[in-house]
Nanobody, 127 residues
């Protein structure tokens, strides 16, 4: 069974940075598209960013463009979300979603598209 583990969350001041990691226990990460979602208390889970199998395609929700960067290293079976210029409204539980797509270079930020999920990790940005 494929497992997904997020790490790197924590408490940071407004304007600070954090880097989240998503590590996937799989033979090869080459055929999986991956996305980051977040869910604030009392709100629905929303897409933040996604990355295609080789990293050639990336997408971001408008509120994080220019501040967050998604990247991956398939040899390390890890995807990162570098978050900079953090704001209090970025406070959420962040989740990593994974889905096998073969050789397609695509990614979308629809929650129902992803099959495997991590347990989530808290990111808190203080004012």
């Amino acid at each position: 069974q494929l497992q997904v583990v997020e790490s790197g969350g924590g408490l940071v001041q407004s304007g600070g940075s954090l880097r989240l990691s998503c590590t996937v226990s799989v033979y090869t990460l080459d055929y999986y598209t991956i996305a980051w979602f977040r869910q604030a208390p009392g709100k629905e889970r929303k897409g933040v960013s996604c990355i295609s199998t080789s990293g050639a395609v990336t997408n971001y929700t408008d509120s994080v463009k220019g501040r967050f960067t998604i990247s991956r290293d398939n040899a390390k079976k890890t995807v990162w979300l570098q978050m900079s210029m953090l704001k209090p409204e970025d406070t959420s539980v962040y989740y990593c979603g994974v889905r096998g797509v073969g050789v397609q270079e695509m990614c979308i930020m629809y929650e129902s598209f992803y099959v495997y999920w991590g347990q989530g990790i808290q990111v808190t940005v203080s004012a």
